[in-house]
C-alpha cells in the first residue's frame, strides 16, 4: 500500500547557511508546452503560450552544458509546463541524460494519461526515471470532464497505471489529486486511497493555490485564495514573506531555449538570458539573475510586475526554505 506522502522531500538544506550557490540543486528542462488537458486551475487553459515540442538537438545542448558545473545536480525535472509526455523523443532525453552523468536524479511530472503499454515498454527499454509522479484530476470520467475539460477512458486510465507500477523497476511512482476534485465527494479521500494506494509508492492529496496571475481562481472555489497564505504545506506563515526562496536554488529551460527562475507562474516567469546565446552557467553566475536575487533580499519584489502578487514565497514545505529573517546577512554575500 502506498505511503501518504507530499510530493517534496522534506529533508532539505538550511537555505540561508548556503547561498549563494555555485550551482543549481535542480533544474527543470520544459519538454514540452503541449497539454492533452484544459484543467481549470491551470494557466494552460488560457492557451496563450506557444505548444511546441523541445528539439532533441537543444536538449542535447542543455545536457551537455550542464557539464560545465563543478559536480552532478541532485536533479533534472524533464517538465515544467506542458505535459511531457506529448514529446514523443522523452524516453530517449531520458537515456541520454542518464549517460550524461550530470545529475543525481530524474524525474518528471505528468496527467499520466498517454501513459499506454507500448509507452510503458519505451520508457523501460531506455530506462526509467527515478521517480514519476502523476497528477490526478478526479475519481471518475465525470470529474476529469468539469476539471480538465476532456473525455476519458476511467477504466483503461487505471489499467495502464497498473501496468505501469507492474513495471516500474527501481522507479518510485508518486500519485497526487487536486483537493477540489474530491472536496463534494463523499468520504472522497477514502475513496482516493482505495482506488490508487495500490498503483503507487506514494499517494497525496494536494491543496490548490492561486499560481497563475491569469486564473480566476474565485470562480472555481472560493476556498483556493481564502486558503493560499497560510501555504499548502507544514509550515504555517504569520505574515507574507518577502523574500522568494525558490530563484536561489533552481533554474528552467524552456522549450525555446530561455533559461528562467522556474517560476510557478510560468506564463510570468522571469528571464535570466537564453542558452543559444550565452552558455548556461555563464546565465547562473550573469548579472540579470543576481540583481533578481538581491531585489529579493531587499524586499522589493512587492515593486515587481510579477513577483508583487505572487503567493509562492509563503508555500515552503520546511523552516530550511524561509529566508526573511536572514535576508539583510545573505545580501551582503551578493555585494
Not at 26 to 49: A, P
Not at 74 to 91: D, H, I, S, T
Not at 297 to 307: A, N, S, T, V
Request: charged content about 30%; glycine content about 4%.
Amino acid at each position: 500500500m502506498a505511503e501518504y506522502k507530499q510530493w517534496r522531500n522534506e529533508n532539505r538544506t538550511c537555505l540561508k547557511d548556503v547561498i549563494p550557490l555555485e550551482q543549481p540543486y535542480n533544474v527543470c528542462i520544459e519538454t514540452s508546452t503541449l497539454c492533452n488537458l484544459n484543467c481549470v486551475y491551470c494557466g494552460h487553459s488560457k492557451h496563450i503560450y506557444p505548444e511546441r515540442n523541445m528539439s532533441m538537438e537543444l536538449f542535447e545542448k542543455i545536457v551537455e552544458e550542464l557539464k560545465e558545473f563543478h559536480e552532478p545536480l541532485k536533479k533534472v525535472e524533464l517538465y515544467f509546463f506542458g505535459e511531457p509526455l506529448c514529446n514523443p523523443n522523452l524516453p530517449q532525453m531520458i537515456k541520454f541524460l542518464r549517460e550524461s552523468g550530470v545529475t543525481k536524479t530524474i524525474d518528471f511530472t505528468t496527467n499520466g494519461l498517454l501513459f499506454t503499454k507500448d509507452k510503458v515498454d519505451e520508457l523501460v527499454a531506455n530506462g526509467m526515471p527515478d521517480t514519476i509522479r502523476i497528477s490526478l484530476q478526479g475519481l471518475d470520467a465525470e470529474a476529469y470532464k468539469n476539471y480538465a475539460g476532456t473525455k476519458v477512458d476511467f477504466s483503461k486510465m487505471l489499467d495502464n497505471f497498473k501496468y505501469l507500477y507492474d513495471h516500474k523497476d527501481k522507479c518510485k511512482i508518486s500519485m497526487k489529486i487536486a483537493d477540489i476534485a474530491i472536496k463534494n465527494i463523499k468520504d472522497g479521500e477514502k475513496v482516493f486511497r482505495e482506488m490508487f494506494s495500490s498503483l503507487a509508492d506514494t499517494i497525496f492529496i494536494e491543496s490548490i493555490i492561486p499560481i497563475y496571475g491569469d486564473v480566476e481562481y474565485n470562480t472555481i472555489d472560493k476556498g483556493i485564495i481564502d486558503n493560499a497564505i497560510n501555504g499548502r504545506e507544514n509550515v504555517c506563515q504569520t505574515k507574507i514573506n518577502k523574500v522568494c526562496h525558490r530563484p536561489f536554488y533552481r533554474l528552467a529551460v524552456r522549450e525555446n531555449g530561455d533559461v528562467t527562475a522556474a517560476c510557478c507562474d510560468q506564463l510570468h516567469d522571469i528571464k535570466f538570458g537564453n542558452i543559444n546565446e550565452e552558455s548556461l552557467i555563464t546565465i547562473w553566475n550573469g548579472k540579470r539573475r543576481n540583481e533578481f536575487l538581491k531585489m529579493q533580499l531587499r524586499g522589493e519584489r512587492f515593486k515587481h510586475p510579477y513577483c508583487k502578487d505572487c503567493i509562492m514565497p509563503n508555500d515552503i514545505t520546511t523552516e530550511a526554505d524561509l529566508l526573511d529573517p536572514w535576508a539583510e546577512k545573505i545580501l551582503g554575500r551578493f555585494e
